[in-house]
């Protein structure tokens, strides 16, 4: 059975910065994509950025230059780095691998 944790989410002011953390247990995990996904109530869930086995990377056109998605495969773990915070970024964060979902993390930004 595949688990994920995130951790990392919080209060933060408008500029600021966040880093996310996906832990999974189970395995197989180099050689998938990893996905970060985001979610606000009433709203479809949004794909943030993927990174596939090999490192490659692709962003959401509103977080491109501003986040940063990394992998640790020896430590079965993804990152979201957030830079440049502005309210329109608040939301639950969940990452995503294969069919299986984190609980989610608040991110919420003052303005």
């Known amino acids: 059975q595949v688990q994920l944790v995130e951790s990392g989410g919080g209060l933060v002011q408008a500029g600021g910065s966040l880093r996310l953390s996906c832990v999974g247990s189970?395995?197989?995990?180099?050689?998938?994509?990893f996905n970060w996904y985001r979610q606000a109530p009433g709203k479809q869930r949004e794909l943030v950025a993927t990174?596939?086995?090999?490192?490659?990377?692709n962003y959401a056109d509103s977080v491109k230059g501003r986040f940063t998605i990394s992998r640790n495969n020896a430590k079965n773990t993804v990152y979201l780095q957030m830079n440049s915070l502005n309210p329109e970024d608040t939301d639950v964060y969940y990452c995503n691998f294969r069919s299986f979902w984190g609980q989610g993390t608040q991110v919420t930004v003052d303005p």
């Open positions: 189970g395995t197989f995990f180099n050689i998938y994509p």
């Open positions: 990174v596939t086995s090999g490192g490659n990377k």
